[in-house]
């Protein structure tokens, strides 16, 4: 699955198990991190944990599995590194007070939704 595809089918999964402030951004200009971060917000860290679950099972179905997940047994942030796309799943506290939005703002939001 190609960088884009991936990272706008994981904002689709998340959103479909009720993510909040569901962000985008493509960073391979500016980044050799990844070409893209997905960042979305949970409820709280049970809602967090719920969907890392189902992002990393329902990716799996498609053939793709992360490279690593990192912060699982923390109660605010889980990444899952998909090498090219890099997921951040925060409760609302943590995503305030890493502000990954503001950090990558060069970064180019990227529309998931349309398609």
Known sequence: MIPYELAKQAA???D??????ISVIKID????????FVIATGRGSTHV???SDELEEKLKEQGVAP????????????????????V??????ARDFYDLDRLWVDGTKTEWQED
């Not at 479909?16 to 402030?21: D, T």
């Not at 951040?88 to 506290?93: G, L, R, Y």
């Open 12 to 14: 689709r999964l998340l």
């Open 88 to 93: 951040h799943i925060f409760t609302q506290e």
């Open 29 to 36: 200009a500016i980044s050799s991190l990844a070409d893209y």
């Open 67 to 86: 490279a690593r997940i990192e912060g699982y047994r923390s109660d605010s942030w889980i990444l899952l590194d998909y090498s090219q796309v890099v």
């Open 49 to 51: 944990r719920s969907l």
């Open 16 to 21: 479909s198990k009720k993510a909040e402030n």
